[in-house]
């Protein structure tokens, strides 16, 4: 299996900031990655595809960039409803994986 | 709108089987890949399986495979996952979720059925 690996798993931030979460792929997965965000006790929510696609209805402070093996999800002004948890995903393969997540804190 | 309802879920014993549902409405269920991901308590996300299109082609994750069985039923827009043998750390929320094509991710998701796998 393809695996992901996201940093930092934690980040602390305060409204307004812009804030970057990065997801390595341990191969080559094209740009076939998604980014999801969740909230306690909800369903993931998805924001990015196709590494830089902007899902509709999903606003635009939200970014994805990258290709290969390297990804970026950046949030370019931190909002109160931002703070939650999130995923990376690769659907290159056979078989789709998520990343382990990165929690965004209020600072 | 679209909506997915997943139920089936309970308490059951390890090494017990258990069958989940998820009700599809407001598409049609024959023209989407549909998933089952499933989180640990207080864990991520972990995607188990797929089903595309007429339920002829589905991929399963290894941690899964040969004890999970993933099936759809077009006509009742119903999607499946038979789960034998479980493990106590099968234990999770599963969720279905629907993905436009084979190279379109997860964009509409269920709420979630609680599964916990104990003696």
């Known amino acids: 299996d393809i695996q992901m690996t996201q940093s930092p798993s934690t980040l602390s931030a305060s409204v307004g900031d812009r804030v970057t979460v990065t997801c390595r792929a341990s191969?080559?997965?094209?740009?076939?990655l998604a980014w999801y965000q969740q909230k306690p006790g909800k369903a993931p929510k998805l924001l990015i595809y196709k590494a830089s696609s902007l899902e509709s209805g999903v606003p635009s402070r939200f970014s994805g960039s990258g290709s290969g093996t390297e990804f970026t999800l950046t949030i370019s002004s931190l909002q109160p409803d931002d703070f939650a948890t999130y995923y990376c995903?690769?659907?290159?393969?056979?078989?789709?994986?998520f990343g382990h997540g990165t929690k965004v804190e209020i600072k | 709108q679209v909506q997915l309802v997943e139920s089936g879920g309970g308490v059951v014993q390890p090494g017990r089987s258990l069958r989940l549902s998820c009700v599809a409405s407001?598409?049609?269920?024959?023209?989407?890949?549909v998933h089952w991901v499933r989180q640990a308590p207080g864990k991520g996300l972990e995607w188990v399986a797929v089903?595309?299109?007429?339920?002829?082609?589905?991929w399963y994750a290894d941690s899964v495979k040969g004890r999970f069985t993933i099936s759809r039923d077009n006509s009742k827009s119903t999607l499946f996952l038979e789960m034998d043998s479980l493990k106590v750390g099968d234990t999770a929320i599963y969720y279905c979720a629907r993905g436009r094509n084979r190279w379109f991710p997860l964009d509409y998701w269920g709420q979630g059925t609680l599964v916990t796998v104990s003696s």
């Open positions: 089903t595309w299109y007429d339920g002829s082609n589905n």
């Open positions: 995903q690769q659907y290159n393969s056979y078989s789709w994986t």
């Open positions: 191969q080559s997965i094209n740009n076939w």
């Open positions: 407001g598409f049609n269920i024959s023209n989407y890949g």
